[in-house]
């Protein structure tokens, strides 16, 4: 068990809508990450934190938003939900001291028709 | 840049076979190296990972992996499969540092008959 959950587990949108995706870690871990995960592209990075309100791009952030306001939650936002955004979005965290061991989170399937 | 590959995107192996999973990276400085494994509708979990103090890794679940700087290759090995192991399991390469960001393979599905 990582320490992390994720909310909501399952959601299906339409096209056009904003969707914010919730990561919530109860240690104060410094470092934590979005990925989406896509059949034939493994895991990519979206976004990540290294700590309240400091944030950065990743591999395919195009199209989404991050906000770190509390150490404990790690906030990823649709502003206007895309088909091609349909995807497994995975949070993961390190730990302590280990700040090169990701561990993740199980995953919000979310489906935009 | 790094880069992971991952060669076979299905593997299938009989039950008491050996399991041999393939990876090969790219990375301009000295790698951390990562096997996860993913079972249906899961998060992923962290098998095993390599962080330069012995070429040969131990993980979880009797798997291991050797780190190979010559042939840039990190596959992962269990010698006798079993029905349990059947799942999909992911190479990721990072850097050192705080910030660790991984950039992973496209994945291996491991399937493991009778």
């Known amino acids: 068990d990582a320490g992390i959950t994720q909310s909501p587990r399952h959601k299906v949108t339409e096209t056009g809508t904003p969707v914010t995706l919730r990561c919530h870690q109860t240690?104060?871990?410094?470092?934590m990450y979005w990925y989406r995960q896509d059949p034939g592209h493994g895991l990519r990075l979206i976004h990540y934190?290294?700590?309240?309100?400091?944030?950065d791009k990743g591999e395919v952030s195009d199209g989404y938003s991050v906000s770190r306001s509390k150490t404990e939650d790690f906030l990823l936002t649709l502003e206007s939900a895309t088909s091609s955004q349909t995807s497994v979005y995975f949070c993961?965290?390190?730990?302590?001291?280990?700040?090169?061991?990701?561990?993740f989170g199980p995953g919000t399937r979310l489906t935009v028709l | 840049a790094q880069s992971v590959t991952q060669l076979g995107s299905h593997v299938s192996v009989s039950e008491g076979a050996l399991v041999l999973l393939r990876c090969n990276y790219s990375?301009?400085?000295?790698?951390?190296l990562f096997w996860y494994v993913q079972y249906p509708n899961q998060g992923l979990q962290l098998l095993l990972k390599?962080?330069?103090?012995?070429?040969l890794v131990k993980g979880i679940n009797g798997f291991e992996a050797e780190f190979k700087k010559s042939e840039t290759s990190f596959h992962l090995t269990k010698p006798s499969a079993h029905m349990s192991d059947a799942a999909e399991y992911f190479c990721?390469?990072?850097?050192?540092?705080?910030?660790?960001?991984?950039?992973f393979g496209t994945g291996t599905q491991l399937k493991v008959e009778l």
């Open positions: 993961a965290i390190t730990k302590g001291a280990d700040t090169d061991t990701q561990y």
């Open positions: 240690e104060n871990h410094r470092y």
């Open positions: 934190s290294y700590g309240v309100k400091d944030t």
């Open positions: 990375s301009s400085v000295p790698p951390y």
């Open positions: 390599y962080t330069s103090a012995a070429t």
């Open positions: 990721a390469v990072g850097g050192t540092g705080g910030g660790n960001k991984l950039t």
